[in-house]
């Protein structure tokens, strides 16, 4: 139950109050729904069975079809919970008014109930409002119907038969709930397996490579520059000093791309090869490697170096092109020294 405290009303973020919408919407619909054919059903059987029904009995309609309204056109997990609240209270009024045309009200009021309160137990966001939506039903229903002879055998079995409902109602609403909990982390952890390197915690080439495609087709108010960014020596490093300090370098060298990269896209494009998408003109492209060319010497000890190259991103070409061209800058600058950026086939010298 400690797990789910952060839910006692909607859900711990937008990301999980989405998934729970999308989770929730068409349950609360087919329960909205299926709880107003049921009581037109029943409403039918008494107006055939010789009752005379009065226009008073339609009073709880209006509420049943609101909430099956607002969940239709529900758009978060908020309007899931105002439906859920509306249309299980409602329903309650509904079916209270339609009990009183029956011979032994007190008899139908058990099992009327137990219905809307275990039917509701999935349909709603957070515990809260369950429990607060769950105790208004019995409320309606039970005021001047429940028996009134406190001791006797009727209202002690009643009494049972409502506190065991209301207890298995609160179980499926938290069984329900820790379900979707559990079932969007467990979405989330695969989506970071499936687009985070899990090494150093950066895009992995997948999750980059579809990023930079999707700035492709967006218009951007400033030039985009492509950074292929490689370790230097690394294969020494790892031959020489073994994986686990190869690592170590290439966690290192993550954080400080991923630091001076902040509000730039950045990943590892595989093995000891990252790539940023900088967001600026060719002069603010330069000064961003200068940094990160300096940065990296001081986040690594001892000092490891880094080899760039950068290429202007060409949104008109395939992205395969743009890749190339600094791959051929990344090539030059490790052979013309190391510890270097090139862009475009210009040798620079490093800061």
Same mark, same amino acid.
């Given at each position: 139950? @400690?797990?789910?405290?952060?839910y006692s009303y909607y ?15 068409p349950?609360?619909?087919i ?5 107003l054919?049921?009581?037109i059903?029943?409403?039918v059987?008494l107006?055939?069975s010789g009752q005379?029904?009065?226009a008073?009995?339609?009073?709880g309609?209006?509420?049943m079809? +609101?909430?099956?309204?607002?969940s239709?056109?529900?758009r ?9 609240i ?9 079916f209270?008014?339609l ?11 058990l099992p009327v109930?137990t ?7 999935p349909?709603?966001?957070? /515990?809260?409002n369950?429990?607060? =939506? ?15 002879q406190p ?5 002690n079995? *009643?009494?049972l038969v409502?506190g065991?409902?209301?207890? /298995? ?7 329900? +709930?820790n +379900? @979707?909990?559990? *079932?969007h @982390?467990?979405r989330?952890?695969?989506?970071e ?7 150093t915690g950066?895009?992995?080439?997948? #999750?980059?490579?579809? %990023?930079?495609?999707? =700035?492709?087709a ?7 520059h492509f950074? /292929? ?18 690592d170590?370098?290439?966690?290192h ?5 991923? @630091?001076l990269?902040?509000?730039?896209l ?5 093995? %000891?090869?990252?790539?940023? +998408?900088f967001?600026?003109?060719a002069a603010?492209?330069?000064e961003f ?5 300096d940065g990296?010497? #001081? ?6 170096t ?5 290429? %202007?991103?060409? #949104? ?5 092109i743009t890749? #190339?061209?600094?791959?051929e800058a ?7 020294g190391?510890?270097?950026y ?9 800061a």
């Amino acid at each position: 139950m @400690r797990t789910l405290l952060p839910y006692s009303y909607y859900g711990a973020d937008t990301d999980e109050q989405q998934q729970f919408y999308s989770e929730l919407r068409p349950v609360a619909i087919i329960s909205q729904s299926v709880g107003l054919l049921s009581w037109i059903t029943a409403a039918v059987i008494l107006a055939s069975s010789g009752q005379t029904l009065q226009a008073s009995l339609l009073f709880g309609v209006p509420g049943m079809l +609101l909430s099956l309204g607002i969940s239709l056109c529900a758009r978060s997990v908020k309007a899931l919970v105002v439906s859920g609240i509306v249309g299980t209270t409602a329903t309650a009024f509904a079916f209270r008014l339609l009990v009183a045309y029956c011979p032994d009200p007190t008899f139908w009021v058990l099992p009327v109930g137990t219905v809307l309160t275990l039917s509701a137990a999935p349909i709603f966001g957070g /515990m809260l409002n369950y429990i607060g =939506a769950a105790i208004a039903v019995w409320l309606i229903l039970t005021v001047g119907n429940f028996p009134a002879q406190p001791g006797q055998l009727t209202f002690n079995l *009643s009494l049972l038969v409502m506190g065991s409902s209301f207890a /298995m109602a609160i179980y499926l609403h938290a069984y329900f +709930l820790n +379900l @979707r909990v559990r *079932s969007h @982390r467990a979405r989330r952890e695969l989506a970071e397996m499936a687009f985070k390197d899990l090494v150093t915690g950066l895009n992995n080439r997948r #999750k980059f490579t579809l %990023e930079v495609r999707r =700035a492709q087709a967006r218009p951007s108010p400033s030039a985009l520059h492509f950074l /292929m960014i490689d370790i230097d020596d690394f294969k020494k490093i790892n031959d020489t000093l073994g994986h686990d300090v190869g690592d170590e370098v290439l966690i290192h060298t993550a954080k400080e791309i991923a @630091r001076l990269a902040a509000g730039h896209l950045c990943g590892r494009l595989g093995g %000891e090869e990252f790539g940023v +998408l900088f967001h600026g003109e060719a002069a603010e492209a330069q000064e961003f490697a200068v940094a990160l060319l300096d940065g990296v010497r #001081k986040a690594t000890h001892p000092p490891r170096t880094v080899s760039i190259g950068i290429a %202007e991103f060409d #949104k008109d070409s395939d992205l395969s092109i743009t890749y #190339k061209r600094a791959d051929e800058a990344l090539y030059l600058a490790k052979r013309h020294g190391k510890n270097r950026y090139v862009v475009a086939g210009a040798i620079q010298a490093a800061a």
